[in-house]
């Protein structure tokens, strides 16, 4: 069946710094790849989302990589802050339609001061 | 825009009893809502597609009879946990779906945390 991997599981980084978080998926008719930041106890918060028109999309600090030869995407988070600080998830819809998704197994994210 | 609410945030219910979760969103209508479980430290796992006037579909594994969900309007989806045992214990995040075909973005509300003792 369809899968989202996501690594790392967890990443510790330096206040200003960036970070990197990858994820692959393995249907080839995915064409939606959203990413979603969850703070403890709160339901997920839609960051950034790219469809398979584009290659790159970014928005202020954040930014997001899709490869769809390889069937990988990318988040990029630059100059880092403390409330960076929490869960990431990358998804990727099932089958062309963007409204069922898949989600990777997360990717939780230490900003140190 | 695109706000998704839920109610309650937390609940707390003896073993054999039911609860009731309501899930709206606030500024759009989603003909479609999705309903997940989490559970600690872990990912979102889907567990059924809630569809506005029909009945919802239910992934593999997820008892039907148990998590009965209804979509009586475009902005409102509800899961009752039915006969409610402590293993029900969970995080439940609801979420709707905004926009129509290459545009629609899903949008999540803040969970439910259910405690059964």
């Known amino acids: 069946g369809e899968n989202v991997e996501q690594h790392p599981s967890t990443l510790s980084v330096q206040e200003g710094d960036s970070a990197v978080i990858k994820c692959t998926y393995s249907?080839?008719?995915?064409?939606?790849f959203p990413w979603y930041k969850q703070e403890l106890g709160k339901g997920p918060q839609l960051i950034i989302d790219i469809r398979s028109n584009v290659g790159e999309k970014k928005d202020q600090r954040i930014a997001v990589t899709l490869n769809k030869t390889a069937k990988h995407f990318s988040l990029h988070i630059t100059e880092t802050q403390p409330e960076d600080s929490a869960v990431y998830f990358c998804a990727a819809s099932i089958g062309s339609s963007a409204s069922k998704i898949i989600f990777g197994s997360g990717t939780r994210l230490s900003i140190r001061p | 825009g695109a706000v998704v609410s839920q109610h309650p945030s937390r609940v707390i219910c003896k073993s054999g009893t039911s609860v009731k979760i309501e899930c709206r969103s606030l500024?759009?209508?989603?003909?479609?809502m999705f309903w997940y479980r989490q559970f600690p430290k872990q990912s979102l796992m889907l567990m059924a597609t809630s569809n506005e006037g029909s009945k919802a579909t239910y992934e593999q594994g997820v008892e039907k009879d148990k998590f009965l969900i209804n979509h009586a309007s475009l902005t409102l989806s509800t899961l009752t946990v039915t006969s409610a045992h402590p293993e029900d214990s969970s995080f439940y995040i609801c979420?709707?779906?905004?926009?129509?075909?290459?545009?629609?973005?899903?949008?999540f509300g803040p969970g439910t945390r259910l405690t059964v003792l």
């Open positions: 979420s709707a779906v905004s926009g129509l075909g290459s545009t629609d973005t899903q949008y």
């Open positions: 249907d080839s008719a995915s064409n939606y």
């Open positions: 500024d759009f209508q989603a003909t479609t």
